[in-house]
């Protein structure tokens, strides 16, 4: 019982020890003037001055780079728009960028990303399908004899071409909207940091 209490006045009265040696060397009694502490004290001095310069120069105007540009959409806004209620640009998806994201709206942006991801990677699967299926069309086409007479075989052939296009611009369209959506789960996950 006796070692606890020593204990803790003993850890009580560290601090206290401590405390008064650092008091000491903050100040040096004038006649113990060393090159050390004429180095110090000067340092100190010049870091004050330093500090007291920054604080009477007139803060300069932002420049804007192609780092400190924001990548995320509706991030600048050089024309003005719709504003919110703190008087800066609302963004484009309604929610302020200054706010963390509630774990509603993660989990709401993660179960979007994930469906986006399937529906790519179904609209992938769906173009290599009508790719090899062309192929294998454009050859049996072309193995007739008198292909250029058929023209039912150039209009599916054209058909077939035409649907190829137009999944690869859904694949486009969707790889953008993946794109788009990871961008808002980055910015909702570094803003809850």
Do not use: C, F
């Amino acid at each position: 019982m006796k070692i606890t209490q020593w204990a803790i006045v003993t850890l009580l009265a560290a601090p206290l020890a401590g405390a008064a040696p650092r008091q000491s060397q903050q100040a040096p009694p004038p006649d113990q003037s060393s090159s050390s502490g004429q180095q110090d004290n000067s340092v100190a001095a010049a870091a004050r001055r330093a500090q007291e310069q920054k604080k009477e120069q007139p803060k300069a105007a932002k420049v804007w780079d192609n780092d400190t540009i924001p990548s995320n959409p509706g991030g600048v806004n050089v024309v003005g728009g719709e504003s919110d209620e703190s008087g800066g640009a609302a963004p484009e998806g309604g929610q302020n960028p200054a706010a963390p994201a509630t774990p509603e709206q993660k989990a709401a942006i993660e179960s979007n990303l994930t469906s986006a991801k399937a529906k790519l990677e179904s609209l992938k699967t769906d173009l290599d399908i009508a790719t090899r299926k062309y192929a294998l069309d454009e050859q049996m086409y072309m193995g007739k004899p008198d292909y250029q007479k058929d023209k039912e075989g150039a209009a599916a052939m054209e058909a077939e071409k035409q649907d190829i296009e137009a999944k690869q611009q859904e694949i486009a369209d969707a790889q953008k909207q993946i794109d788009d959506l990871q961008t808002q789960a980055d910015a909702a996950n570094s803003s809850s940091k």
